[in-house]
């Protein structure tokens, strides 16, 4: 199993920006699609974004959508969330993950998981 490892997160200010990577330990062979969720405080973990490894297309929540940016360094094996105009309600832990399938957004269609980074966003 492929181990994800996440980092760059921190605490910032509202309209701030914060670069998250995703390091994984192997080639992403056989695996379809990366993707980034976050769980804030007290809350279920929710899906941000995804990206597929296999053409470079992106999908993202409503939420998100014009504010963050998900890339991938394939030669890496790196996966990035560019997060702009940050606000108070983006605080939570974000985690990366991956999966067979393709355009998954559920929690369980991801197998691999990171650890997660804590982002905190101050209003």
């Known amino acids: 199993q492929v181990q994800l490892v996440e980092s760059g997160g921190g605490l910032v200010q509202a309209g701030d920006s914060l670069r998250l990577s995703c390091a994984a330990s192997?080639?992403?062979?056989?695996?379809?699609?990366m993707g980034w969720f976050r769980q804030p405080p007290g809350n279920e973990r929710e899906f941000v974004a995804a990206?597929?490894?296999?053409?470079?297309?992106?999908y993202y929540s409503g939420s998100v959508k014009g504010r963050f940016t998900i890339s991938e360094d394939n030669a890496k094996n790196t996966l990035f969330l560019q997060m702009n105009t940050l606000k108070p309600e983006d605080t939570a832990v974000y985690y990366c993950?991956?999966?067979?399938?393709?355009?998954?957004?559920?929690?369980?269609?991801?197998?691999?998981w990171g650890q997660g980074t804590q982002v905190t966003v101050s209003s």
């Open positions: 192997r080639p992403i062979f056989s695996r379809v699609t």
């Open positions: 993950a991956v999966s067979e399938l393709n355009f998954p957004r559920r929690r369980q269609d991801f197998d691999s």
């Open positions: 990206i597929s490894w296999i053409d470079g297309s992106t």
